[in-house]
């Protein structure tokens, strides 16, 4: 194996239970020193993947690979990788120090040799002043951090931590995810991280896998994965606020293709027209707030190109910096982030703007990515209806 070869791979892993596939065909590479985080909604299949890496269960198709080396069937003893599973799953008897020295006896490491193991892990996680606790006398985060500091306390192939922080506060949860950053950059150890919090992965992963109904639909680095998904579902999954869809048809006319909506058309570019129908996906961010200072008819492309809407807001959520501001064009709502552009009186009526190259096309058949608006330097855009 070599520095370039990945550390752990998934090839085609698949696991059912009775009629349902939990996992189905998941193939994934994990190089070494990588923060890779495996993200997707709850019931997507994260942990049960995770359970077949460690062992716990096997798969009923395919195979896992650590370090090239096949440990499809080999029991989840000798298998070589830190687990921090997503209960603390503490031994309540046991003191936080031997709760942290437990992986060591087991691999029969001396008492000697696993103390300054354990003190180390314990200064990494900033518990020293715990070791002599119990599971009892902690608080749910300083648990959280003896189950992490237990699972970094062995010299493993991989540490997989299984949604450690579910289930903990948010002040908390950040301070934890800044922690494990650090941790992670300190230890340049390969971190295999899963959540269904879509900041918490963004923030966290070099590489990220949207695993989604048992199935990887798509992996990269997240500002990518974020910037220009090439699927509808990865759009809808990666960023929040969640991103806004509207159903849509292509059509090709004497000045090029134009997409066309409920609430607007725009020039766009595409490779070919689709056969059937399509969706257009836009960022909340991406969407811009002003004032109505007049009615103007909606749809139709300011100087500059942007299409321009009349709105009603509906409901606004003050997030400090910024705005969350849901409005209603044309009997359907759209979310846009808004930061404190609005005066307090603007709370009816609004001017909502957008940019044509903002937009993402995907083909309804496949769900693929199939092209993007285009811009229109002064150009005039039909007003739709």
């Not at 579902?233 to 606020?241: I, K």
């Not at 996906?281 to 008819?297: D, F, K, M, Q, T």
Request: aromatic letters at 6%; charged letters at 25%; proline letters at 5%.
């Amino acid at each position: 194996m070599t520095v370039r070869d990945p550390i752990l791979v998934f090839e085609r892993a698949a696991k059912r239970y009775g009629r349902i596939d939990v996992l189905n065909d998941v193939s994934l590479a994990v190089m070494p020193g990588d923060f890779a985080v495996i993200y997707g909604p709850p019931a997507s299949g994260k942990s049960v993947l995770m359970r077949l890496l460690m062992g716990l269960e096997q798969a009923d198709s395919g195979r896992v690979l650590l370090r090239g080396q096949d440990v499809t069937a080999v029991s989840a003893a000798d298998r070589n990788i830190g687990y921090v599973p997503q209960s603390f799953a503490l031994y309540p008897h046991y003191s936080v120090h031997d709760n942290i020295a437990y992986p060591l006896q087991l691999m029969g490491v001396g008492a000697a040799e696993a103390e300054p193991v354990v003190r180390r892990a314990a200064e990494m996680l900033r518990i020293p002043d715990l070791l002599g606790k119990r599971p009892d006398q902690l608080s749910g985060g300083q648990k959280q951090r003896v189950a992490i500091a237990r699972g970094i306390a062995k010299q493993t192939d991989v540490f997989v931590l299984d949604d450690p922080l579910a289930g903990l506060d948010f002040k908390l949860r950040e301070q934890l995810v800044e922690d494990l950053r650090a941790l992670q950059a300190e230890t340049r150890a390969t971190f295999l991280y899963t959540t269904s919090d879509v900041v918490e992965a963004m923030t966290l992963a070099d590489t990220l896998a949207v695993l989604d109904g048992g199935r990887i639909i798509e992996s990269g680095v997240p500002s990518r994965l974020y910037a220009e998904p090439r699927v509808a579902r990865t759009m809808a999954l990666v960023g929040f606020p969640p991103a806004n869809f509207l159903d849509a048809v292509v059509e090709r006319r004497a000045d090029g293709a134009w997409c066309r909506t409920q609430l607007f058309e725009t020039p766009v570019t595409v490779a070919s027209i689709p056969a059937g129908s399509v969706t257009v996906g836009l960022r909340p961010e991406h969407l811009r707030l002003v004032p109505a200072a007049r009615p103007v008819s909606n749809g139709v492309a300011a100087g500059n190109g942007l299409v321009r809407m009349q709105a009603r807001v509906v409901l606004r959520e003050d997030l400090g910096g910024e705005e969350i501001v849901y409005v209603e064009i044309a009997g359907q709502t759209l979310t846009a982030v808004d930061r404190h552009t609005l005066r307090a009186g603007d709370l009816r009526e609004v001017m909502v703007e957008l940019r044509p190259e903002d937009l993402a096309l995907f083909d309804d058949a496949s769900g693929e990515r199939i092209g993007s608006g285009r811009a229109v330097s002064d150009g005039v855009l039909t007003r739709h209806g």
